[in-house]
């Protein structure tokens, strides 16, 4: 198995160093030119070099990257869920995450690496996911990360009709989902007997009974322990009959870079993240529909 | 002088604004009373339905089952804590009774009434807490500076919290 990946990678850094050695050789033959006026088709050249290097180390890490995760990882999930469905180059689609109201969706969305499956009888979805905001201020141009994390999906027992989120406290950012100008639904805060959870979460809902109805004292400690165990800023939201669980670590899941062997490690890096969704999972699973029929 | 007439319009302003937050708050509490009202009628409606079940079974019985208050628009907050109080009694009863019938116990029908009886006292439990937090935030704006003023001015008066202890006050002793 992972002889297998390891002549991905080196097919991989073959590549790249054959890229990069042929842009420098294009580049070295254009400074030969003898000519007063060389400077754009250096740039040229300079920039047409680097472009095709790029290319060439992101397609082969693209493939590392899949052999990975097809071979070695899959393996690994397969032994810690049942039923599992994997789809690394795809994961949710941005109309999936508005729905969810939990996550402000900005200029570009990135969504890879999703698995469907059962974990102690609980059916479940995740992702990655990646949202950028492209701000523009006079003539400068940057992007600013508004989201980078797992996004984690289960079914509940409860029935509700509406839609609440319960988000961890930022600063400058009183959490309410809907936008100003936004045609949703008026949806209104609400705080819970708990000043604790007040103070560390916002909680808006279109539906103040059904808030209370879903966040129980016990599911609330629940929701706590997430927060307290997990590193990032953590947003609840429920919705559909489900809830929808946001960790934005910044952090990009399962990956490896092409110049490094696959090494014990990576490998308990890998494992801590399979981990963090088996953790997650447990802590809900009570409120969570199960797959098999009790007696 | 426009300085001053712009002062008074904020000032008024200012006092509108306090005034339509405390209607607001009122208005959340007697919105929120209302959940209870439904929450508790769906609890009646189950426990009757529950009850009807069980006399097929416990006809032979020589005690009567007995009747609890239907819930009604504009009751008090203690007559609906009166009204919760004998449904908590049937329940335990029904449920005791259930215990002596094993027909009854297995039984599908009854076993959906319990559910249904788990889920809708999650809906009441649900009602109450956001009730007793809408009327919290009601209180606290009588209470604090300096919307107590307007408060004040309004004669509003504090709202009283939904208890629906075992050991409340007015506790309604139960006819077998």
């Given amino acids: 198995m992972s002889e297998q990946i390891e002549q991905v990678r080196q097919k991989g850094v073959k590549q790249f ?24 088709v250096l740039m040229f050249g300079g920039f047409g070099g680097l472009a095709v290097v790029l290319v060439v180390l992101g397609n082969a890490e693209k493939k590392y990257h899949l052999a990975y995760k097809d071979i070695f990882l899959r393996s ?45 009888d609980v059916a479940f979805e995740c992702s990655d ?77 279109s539906n103040g009974e059904e808030a209370f109805y879903l966040l129980t004292p ?70 969570c529909e199960t797959t098999c029929n009790t007696l | 002088m426009q300085y001053i007439i712009i002062l008074i319009a904020l000032v008024l302003v200012y006092l509108v604004m306090m005034h339509n937050s405390i209607v607001y708050a009122a208005m959340k ?9 439904v929450a508790l009628s769906k609890r009646y409606a189950i426990l009757t339905n529950m009850q009807e079940s069980v006399k097929g079974y416990v006809k032979h019985e020589s005690e009567v089952l007995q009747q609890v208050t239907k819930i009604r628009k504009e009751m008090s907050l203690q007559q609906l804590s009166n009204a919760n109080e004998q449904m908590n009694q049937l329940k335990s009863r029904l449920i ?48 604090m500076f300096p919307t107590s003023i307007i408060a004040s001015w309004m004669k509003k008066e504090k709202a009283e919290f939904f208890e629906a202890a075992m050991n409340e006050k007015g506790y309604v002793s139960v006819k077998i």
């Fill in chain 1, 129 to 205: 996911i990646k949202v950028e905001d492209v701000v523009r201020s006079g003539k400068h141009t940057h992007v600013v990360t508004r989201f980078q994390g797992l996004y984690l999906k289960v079914n509940l027992k409860k029935e509700f009709t509406g839609w609440t989120v319960v988000r961890e406290k930022e600063f400058l950012d009183n959490g309410n989902p809907r936008p100003f100008w936004s045609e949703m639904p008026e949806i209104e805060k609400v705080s819970v007997e708990s000043e604790e959870f007040n103070q560390k979460f916002s909680i808006y809902t």
């Fill in chain 1, 218 to 287: 016990h599911f609330m400690e629940k929701l706590f322990e997430i927060e307290r165990r997990y590193e990032g800023r953590c947003l609840f939201g429920f919705v559909c009959g489900q809830l929808h669980i946001a960790i934005d670590s910044r952090k990009d899941h399962f990956v490896l870079n092409l110049f490094e062997k696959v090494n014990e490690y990576r490998i308990a890096e890998h494992q801590a993240e399979i981990d963090t969704i088996k953790g997650i999972i447990e802590l809900v699973a009570k409120e």
């Fill in chain 1, 76 to 120: 690994l999930l397969e032994n810690e869920f049942d039923d599992v469905t994997l789809n690394f180059e795809e994961g949710f689609s941005k109309e999936e995450i508005a729905s969810g109201h939990l996550v402000r969706l900005y200029d570009r969305f990135y969504s890879d690496d999703y698995i469907a499956g059962k974990y102690k």
């Fill in chain 1, 17 to 40: 160093l054959i890229a990069l050695i042929g842009a420098l050789l294009v580049l070295f033959l254009l400074l030969m030119i003898p000519s007063t006026d060389r400077m754009p």
């Fill in chain 2, 96 to 143: 005791a009774l259930a215990e002596s019938y094993p027909d009854l116990k297995a039984s599908d029908l009854f076993r959906q009434f319990q559910d249904s009886i788990v889920d809708c006292e999650d809906h009441l439990q649900a009602a109450r807490r956001f009730y007793n937090s809408n009327v919290t935030l009601y209180n606290k704006k009588l209470l």
């Fill in chain 2, 29 to 37: 509490v007697e919105e929120s009373k209302s959940g209870i009202d």
